[in-house]
């Protein structure tokens, strides 16, 4: 079936602790429903995410958010072209949920089944918003990823850089844990940095200055540790100023890493893109967006990031990827598998490091 106008396609977002549905169409408005469905309060407890209990979550709510979904753009089954989920990469657990409510409801209704690149919705995201031209640089940074990509296209992906050990996501949520923050980690270390000094605590920057593209955080979370350690009173407990500055230095440090890899990655695409995109939960912080403006601009760059709501994993991006690949005629079939690990450039070399997601 060629590519037709109008197009109206079910996302479901189930990677990991978010349970996601949205409805979008390629005309205006674009966005007719997208609906997120949190589990922060189960996994709160534990401090991040628990597979089991994420995996539960999504097969308890999937349906009911589907039902709302369609309720809310106002829409039938019958008025869908296609159903696209996450295919992964992610918790398997949450990604088979999707995955087979998707092609059920394809079987069903006798849909298109587009399985989504969970990483791929996020480097496409900016697009579903803005009139965003290939190829770009796209800088992705979430709880479980952080790359640096050209993005030439729809599955065109060269991959400059990745983390050789943790992603800056997952540096903000344990030195949230650290400071007693609590669950996400990222807004949390945002709030807490607004009243901070970054400059009281020396943390340092791995990676800076070197050549290349690629990240670490590991060692930023262990200096973090040692200085909360010195800190904190006979109770183990931080005061409210010294959290707040650590927080701030923590965020300070990230975004050095994030601003130094990114200009390296700037440099390597030689003025063969004019935008530089910012995706993904980590995204959402203001203060790393107004410092990658600011490097875009003296680049000579534009510089765009998806609204917060769509930087976080959401079912708008899964379906919207579903569009721009249907758009080429690209479709799965319901023999496809769910992935754990699905790297968007398979050509790119191997992490030098250990524990790198795909």
Known sequence: MGYSRGMLVLGI???????????????????????????LAEHRPFGGVVPEIAARAHLDHLDGLIVRALETAGVGFEALDAVAATGGPGLIGGVIVGVTEAKAIALARGLRFVAVNHLEGHALSVRLEAEVAFPYLLLLVSGGHCQLL????????????????????????KGAKLLGLGFPGGPAIERAAAAGDPARFPLPRPMLGRAG????????????SRRVANCAGEDGRLDETDRNDLAAALQAAIADCLLDRTRNAIALCDGGVRTLVAAGGVASNRALRARLETLAEGAGLAFV????????????????????????????????????????????APAPGAGVKA
């Open 213 to 224: 593209c690629d990240f670490s955080f590991s060692g930023l979370k262990t200096a973090l």
């Open 13 to 39: 977002e189930t990677s990991c602790d978010e349970t996601a549905v949205a409805v979008i169409s390629d005309e205006e408005p674009r966005i007719r429903a997208n609906l997120v469905l949190s589990q």
């Open 150 to 173: 050209r993005v030439d296209g729809v599955g065109r992906y060269r991959r400059l850089g990745t983390t050789i050990d943790d992603a800056a996501g997952e540096a903000f949520d």
């Open 305 to 348: 990031a998806p609204a917060p709501a769509l930087c976080t994993d959401n079912g708008a991006m899964i379906a919207w990827a579903g569009i721009e690949r249907l758009r080429l005629g690209l479709t799965d079939t319901l023999a496809f598998a769910p992935r754990p690990r699905w790297p968007l450039d398979p050509a790119a």
